[in-house]
């Protein structure tokens, strides 16, 4: 099993950037896709990122395609998101998630994810 751990969620004005880390321990994820989701309050868990692992392909959500960035750092185990040019619509509480291997396909639904770390606060001031 692997862990997941996101930090670096907090406060944010308009236009500014946070880089989010999700630590993961138990398993290396160089052979994990992982992603990114995002929970709004009163709104359903939404996709952000999904990263294939070995170096595939990664897909962004039209709402962060070119603000966003996913990125893993092998030596700590760890992915990044890095936000850029935040809105108030990204607001949200942030999530972390992996599956060993590869996707089955929807790489954009929560039920293709194995793991799940505890999520970051992010809110982003107009």
């Known amino acids: 099993q692997v862990q997941l751990v996101e930090s670096g969620g907090g406060l944010v004005q308009t236009g500014g950037s946070l880089r989010l880390s999700c630590a993961a321990s138990?398993?290396?994820?160089?052979?994990?896709?992982m992603g990114w989701f995002r929970q709004a309050p009163g709104k359903e868990r939404e996709f952000v990122v999904a990263?294939?692992?070995?170096?595939?392909?990664?897909y962004y959500a039209d709402s962060v395609k070119g603000r966003f960035f996913i990125f893993r750092d092998a030596g700590k185990n760890t992915v990044f998101l890095q936000m850029n040019s935040l809105k108030p619509e990204d607001t949200a509480a942030y999530y972390c998630?992996?599956?060993?291997?590869?996707?089955?396909?929807?790489?954009?639904?929560?039920?293709?994810?194995?793991?799940w770390g505890q999520g970051t606060q992010v809110t982003v001031s107009s």
């Open positions: 990263d294939r692992w070995g170096g595939g392909m990664t």
């Open positions: 138990g398993r290396t994820i160089s052979t994990y896709a």
């Open positions: 998630a992996a599956r060993y291997g590869d996707f089955r396909g929807s790489y954009y639904k929560e039920g293709e994810y194995e793991y």
